[in-house]
């Protein structure tokens, strides 16, 4: 059976799918010909809504009738109700992360801060991942920058442990913030829990925008203070309260009621989808945050629904009122779901007129511009990719570049790293490591020979190859790796290039790069940004490498430094490290805090000591 005559099999078997479908609420899977789930819907109605799939339903949209033409088969599940559709739908895409539906993956790389209230001194942390645990997060945040300054206040402001885990446990005398006045030492003071958490709390209404709030039990706090003629506590409330005011003062007011909101706006051209989330906090706005969408099937009303009820999935504040740019067909269900996760109600409105509408018109204004920056800075990644394949004569445009680089100490623990570029950005889920298993001394060419054979035999024509291959090293490892490629038959669909670290000695000032056949290193001339990015990549793919190195030196030197004291097994080895975290805490912990762990006694307890003090 030729090509078409399947296509043409499998839409018809679609259609019949479509036209079988029940007028019953549920979710539906999309998939394609190899059974890979494309995206996942929930409707009141399947065979309404999936009509707007067939064929002829999606012509009057070039790119949605390019999607729509991968689908060859469909599954669907009928539920009770729309609401249990709506969950059911959730929970498919967190288990099947579908390559259309709405992807918050990128959440992971912004920093936000994490605060344990089960801890009886927390401190702020930054963390790049909201975990699934009780701790309360704030964020996240939209740049580095912005945390370290929120944090620089926090600091200032409130006076809580700055110290990290190891330090608390082992501190003996105030450190300089405490004798500056910024921290109440409860690492080595006796500072009651329930003054410390007061603090806290403060903290954590400054960082959820109670900032009125905040202001006036600081007011009431030092006007009692001078009525009680206690002067130096009235004064330093009295400088809490105008470093708090100083920062609100840089804040933008933009509504007048002081209520809690986030205002979701979405614009988009012919490829692309850019949803903005404004944040106001008291009547304040509080930040910004931008998430491209590169595909997605649903129209713009859709789309935004789907984004806004996954949005708050793992999000500790959920305020109020939502305010969106599009009227959603499922706000009333939306705002239902977003009530029961925060324990009180919260609506969800398309403003048409008035201050709301006026917030909705600044997210889409905004959400315009980051779209136009974010092609704008698209388009120039594909102009230097561009130049880079004409500079380095390539035979393909280097969209996705796999860098490779190997790590070993006298050639103990050999392993490898292989980082992913694409489209001119590291895509740290498709980075690898290798341990080698057939080198054992110091050979980097051979070293080099396993890790490739081991990428590419085990891809084959069939994974995602890369358009380019870098290879840290001269032309030795660029011969070996030109030959694996030439061995498994893959040399005319890979290009593979050397990089090696100049030789200050010849008075060489730049890295060269080295191509097969070519005994002299490519020159950039006026195209060093080229150079450098290239640079980049290796510099990325060695320290990827020597990271995992020096983690698995370490962990094996802490298995043998522990395995070797009498009596400690795998168990009590775990309670060790889960309680002190490191070696060196162990060390410097008294007898009485490790015999009083589970499992140990004073006996173990010197056994442990004597043999770490050696």
Sequence with gaps: MSTTTKKCTADLLFAEKIAKAPMAPGVYLLKDASGAILYIGKARQLKKRLAAYTKTACRMNAKTGALVDKIVDLETILTGSEKEALILESNLIKKHRPRYNVDLKDDKRYPSLRLDLAEDYPQFKVVRKIGEDAAMYFGPFASAHAVRETLKIINRTFKLRKCKAGEFRTRTRPCLHCQMDGCLAPCCRDVAPQKYREQVNEAILFLNGRTRDLLQKIRREMQAASAAQSFEKAARLRDKLFSIERTVEKQIAVTTDFKDRDVFALARCETDFLITVLAVRGGFLSGARHYPVSETLGTEAETLGEFIRHYY???????????????????????????????????????????????????????????????????????????????????????RIECFDNSNLAGAEPVAGMVVFEKGHPQKTA???????????????????????????????????????????????????????AELELGDRIDAIGIAKRDASRGESRDKIFKPGRANPVTFGRDADLLLFLQRIRDEAHRFAIGFHRRRRGKNALVSRLDAVPGIGPQRRKTLMRHFKSIANIRAAQLEEISTLPGFNPELARRVKAHLSD
């Design 313 to 399: 999935d793992r999000r500790y504040f959920i305020p109020s009122e939502v305010l969106s740019a599009h009227a959603l067909e499922d706000a009333a269900l939306i705002g239902e779901v977003l009530s029961a996760a925060k324990g009180r109600r919260v609506s969800l409105h398309h403003p048409r007129r008035g201050q709301k509408r006026r917030l909705v018109e600044m997210a889409v204004r905004n959400a315009e511009t980051e779209l136009k920056r974010h092609l704008e800075s698209r388009k120039a990644e594909m102009v230097m990719l561009n130049r880079l394949k004409k500079r380095l004569k390539l035979n393909r445009l280097p969209e």
């Design 431 to 485: 980075y690898r490591t290798y341990r080698l298993k057939t080198v054992s001394t110091p050979d980097d060419y051979a070293a080099m020979a396993e890790v490739l054979r081991r990428r590419f035999s085990k891809t084959g024509a069939d994974g995602p190859l890369p358009d380019l291959l870098v290879v840290d090293g001269g032309k030795g490892q660029l011969n070996v790796a030109s030959a694996l490629l």
